[in-house]
T-cell receptor, first 113, second 119 residues
Framework: NAGVMQNPRHLVRRRGQEARLRCSPM?????VYWYRQLPEEGLKFMVY????????ESGMPKERFSAEFPKEGPSILRIQQVVRGDSAAYFCASSSPGTDTQYFGPGTRLTVL | AQSVTQLDSHVSVSEGTPVLLRCNYSSSYSPSLFWYVQHPNKGLQLLLK??????LVKGINGFEAEFKKSETSFHLTKPSAHMSDAAEYFCVVSDLPGTSGGGADGLTFGKGTHLIIQP
């Protein structure tokens, strides 16, 4: 049973470009969460999605960031017009309904030049 | 609102000696509490989880944690440290246990404790 998959593992973008981060949850999990980890800090919650629904995006920056979890395919975290401050590790986690245990992917490390 | 305080940013112990990583939390409800470990440039691995079934929780790799409601603490311990335990450890709280997806807030992380193992 494969765990949570994220790709790419490393992503380099220049300022102003778009970054797309992908997350495939564990088999049987229908809930996806995105977190951001800045250097020397813990993870900060960004958004919680179920299939085709955003349940809670209270941690998402108001501009340039969006997330989706379509009926088919992985969840996508999209960052438009990236800036240097977006450089961080972005982690995806998934869980099954009725439990609050989240399983994390390996993360995508975004570097903005 | 929930919060987590990890009292030590760095802990250094010698191999074979006990490990104690301290965590205090605040929560409006009866929380679920977790410890996760993160090895360098890796994702997070769940070490253990408390959900009110028992106050002493045993996890993987010989770790355990004790929930003390009166002290609002959830300290992580291991009797004998191993070199492979060197990593970052996060104490985490979820305010709404048992609900689908862990509640609308997601998980709240402490800032982490960097565990160093001296040979």
């Amino acid at each position: 049973n494969a765990g949570v998959m994220q790709n790419p593992r490393h992503l380099v973008r220049r300022r102003g470009q778009e970054a797309r981060l992908r997350c495939s949850p564990m088999k049987g999990h229908s809930h996806v969460y995105w977190y951001r980890q800045l250097p020397e800090e813990g993870l900060k919650f960004m958004v919680y999605l179920q299939k085709e629904n955003i349940i809670d995006e209270s941690g998402m920056p108001k501009e340039r960031f969006s997330a989706e979890f379509p009926k088919e395919g992985p969840s996508i975290l999209r960052i438009q017009q990236v800036v240097r401050g977006d450089s961080a590790a972005y982690f995806c986690a998934s869980s099954s309904p009725g439990t609050d245990t989240q399983y994390f992917g390996p993360g995508t490390r975004l570097t903005v030049l | 609102a929930q919060s987590v305080t990890q009292l030590d940013s760095h802990v250094s112990v010698s191999e074979g000696t006990p490990v104690l990583l301290r965590c205090n939390y605040s929560s409006s409800y009866s929380p679920s509490l977790f410890w996760y470990v993160q090895h360098p440039n890796k994702g997070l691995q769940l070490l253990l989880k408390y959900t009110s079934a028992a106050t002493l929780v045993k996890g993987i790799n010989g770790f355990e944690a004790e929930f003390k409601k009166s002290e609002t603490s959830f300290h992580l311990t291991k009797p004998s440290a191993h070199m492979s335990d060197a990593a970052e450890y996060f104490c985490v709280v979820s305010d709404l246990p048992g609900t689908s997806g862990g509640g609308a807030d997601g998980l709240t992380f402490g800032k982490g404790t960097h565990l160093i193992i001296q040979p």
